[in-house]
């Protein structure tokens, strides 16, 4: 049984896909096929970044490789009961420094690579969803990750299955969540004491 919230709406005109990717955690497992896997790296490549540095790298295991379970390993308990089933599993670096200097924006530029990935592979009809639980420290030294670059995220990539064979405290998660409105962020001009 799958918990029900009122579908997704926006209040302006935009591109559907926006509305179509969310984060679910019941996924099938089955094997992503290559020419897509490309296509959702290839979509992060064209990604904005500051001064054009391109600062993101990813570390990705397709299931029932070594290198995704490395890559599981370093993921809380929490969310390994669900990102177990998941056709790849990416950790998504930043250089911390550009041209020498320390970098000011470099997880800003991944988090738009991010962006990229996952709105590509809504399109593509298979979903994503990003795991800031996992332990840093254990996923520097399992993936080998050297001290000029951060850990932004790890991030699952599936087929989203029957959340019947999620735990039960998830079933009633799996769906489509509703956002602030518009006006909650916004203001003209100048600081806002209303935010
Ligand atoms: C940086 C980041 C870290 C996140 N970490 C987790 C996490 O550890 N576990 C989890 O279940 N979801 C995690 N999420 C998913 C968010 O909870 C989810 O994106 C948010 O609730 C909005 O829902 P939606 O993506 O379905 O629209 C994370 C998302 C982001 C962007």
């Known amino acids: 049984m799958t918990a029900?919230?009122?579908?997704?709406?926006?209040d302006h005109p935009i591109a559907e896909v926006f509305l179509d990717r969310w984060s679910p955690r019941a996924f099938t497992g089955e094997p992503i096929p290559d020419e897509l896997l490309a296509t959702l790296f290839e979509a992060m490549r064209w990604a904005p970044s500051s001064n054009n540095?391109?600062?993101?790298r990813i570390i990705y295991g397709r299931r029932g490789a070594p290198a995704f379970d490395r890559l599981l390993g370093v993921i809380s308990e929490r969310n390994q009961r669900w990102a177990k089933d998941a056709s790849v599993i990416l950790a998504l670096l930043s250089k911390r420094t550009l041209q020498g200097a320390p970098a000011r924006n470099h997880s800003f530029d991944a988090g738009a690579a991010w962006a990229h990935l996952s709105l590509q592979a809504t399109m593509?009809?298979?979903?994503?969803?990003?795991?800031?639980?996992?332990n840093e420290a254990a996923a520097r030294a399992s993936l080998g990750v050297s001290d000029d670059y951060d850990i932004d995220v790890c991030v699952t990539i599936g087929r989203r299955a029957d959340p019947a064979g999620l735990p039960d405290d998830l079933k009633p998660r799996e769906m489509p969540s509703q956002r602030n409105k518009a006006s909650s962020f916004i203001s003209e001009g100048v600081f806002s004491r209303e935010w």
């Open 124 to 134: 593509a009809g298979w979903a994503t969803h990003a795991i800031g639980g996992f």
């Open 4 to 10: 029900h919230n009122p579908p997704r709406a926006a």
């Open 53 to 56: 540095s391109q600062p993101w």
